[in-house]
């Protein structure tokens, strides 16, 4: 008898979609590049992910960190986010998908958060698929925000799930699975609390290259990770 185990699809598949800069510097592009061939990435795999069944998509699209970088990628990022977010809202409420925004709203540009916050309540009632954009997004950060918000509430003893109910989105299960791209093997400040059991799918393809065939094989090399969580 094979020991084998065939887990389920994951509900919930978290990315980090890293490696726009060195695609385009391959194929001696400004960076902008890679992160406008990133955007095509994200659509394809987001249909993936519903096709194959998931309902919850975690993408991190920018981190607490990326401030560090040039000020025209930074604006050249928000501004290919302005353009994908209106298209996706017109998309999200036609296939039923539900957008979520995860990450500090400081220091985002005040034109991003109202188009966000327009997005989010547009597709509030939709139920078929979750995509939760990581934007501005530390997961130190998202940690002291809840004991911060534990601290205003008066509490002077906090539980593990006092700190789970007080993160971004409360109302998420951790991520099954969490994919990263571009061979890099780190979390950079991503879901630091939620990934306590997660399985990791490490892939050297960058992210523009990233596709359903990409998709599938991560799920494939999940689907037989022996998930033990301290037990026998
Ligand atoms: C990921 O690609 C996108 C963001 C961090 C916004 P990078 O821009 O980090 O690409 P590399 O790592 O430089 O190749
Ligand atoms: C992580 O990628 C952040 C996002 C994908 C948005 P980075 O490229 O910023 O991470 P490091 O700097 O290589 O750790
Ligand atoms: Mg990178």
Redesign the pocket.
Known sequence: MSQTPVNPVPQHIAII?????????ERCLP?LA??NA?AKAVERTLKAAQKAGVKILTL????TE?WT?PAD?IDG?FKLLEQTLSRYTKEAEKYGIRLLVSGAKEPLPPAILKQIDQAVSATAENTQFILNLALNYGARQEIVHAVNALLQEGKKEIQPSDISQHLYQPSLPDPELIIRT?G?ERLSNFLLWQAAYSEFYFTPV??PDFDEAEFEKALSAYRTRKRRFGGL
């Open positions: 979609m890293d490696g726009n800069g060195r695609w385009a510097q960076r890679g992160h990133g991190y699209a920018f981190s990326n970088r990628e990022l571009s890099e960058l992210w």
